[in-house]
């Protein structure tokens, strides 16, 4: 079983700076979509940002210019770096995977592996 460990959340001011790591273990996939979520209090979880095995990204309008995502293939490791944080961003993210069994946008799959998550809180 895929074993995903988050880290790097904590507490920032608004247009502040955070790097989120994602430390994967036991992972096999070849090809697989690799991605960020994140939950606010009383929020449906969102998709924030992807990334495949052949590091295609993608990321969610409302983070366009300010996060980006990427992966160190030597360790399997997932980054989020978040920049010019807004307090809206305050949120547990998490850190997910899936298996690249199609060609379908990694937004839209369906992640079988998740992270415990971290929490990024922006003040204003």
């Known amino acids: 079983q895929v074993q995903l460990v988050e880290s790097g959340g904590g507490s920032v001011q608004a247009g502040g700076s955070l790097r989120l790591s994602c430390v994967a273990s036991?992972?096999?996939?070849?090809?697989?979509?690799m991605g960020w979520f994140r939950q606010a209090p009383g929020k449906e979880r969102e998709g924030v940002a992807h990334?495949?095995?052949?590091?295609?990204?993608s990321v969610a309008d409302s983070v366009k210019g300010r996060f980006s995502i990427s992966k160190d293939n030597a360790k399997i490791t997932l980054y989020l770096q978040m920049n010019s944080l807004k307090p809206e961003d305050t949120a547990m993210y998490y850190c997910?995977?899936?298996?690249?069994?199609?060609?379908?946008?990694?937004?839209?799959?369906?992640?079988?592996?998740w992270g415990q998550g971290t929490q990024v809180t922006v003040s204003s």
């Open positions: 036991r992972y096999t996939y070849r090809t697989y979509c």
């Open positions: 990334i495949d095995s052949d590091g295609r990204t």
């Open positions: 997910a995977s899936a298996p690249r069994v199609d060609w379908r946008d990694c937004g839209v799959y369906n992640y079988r592996d």
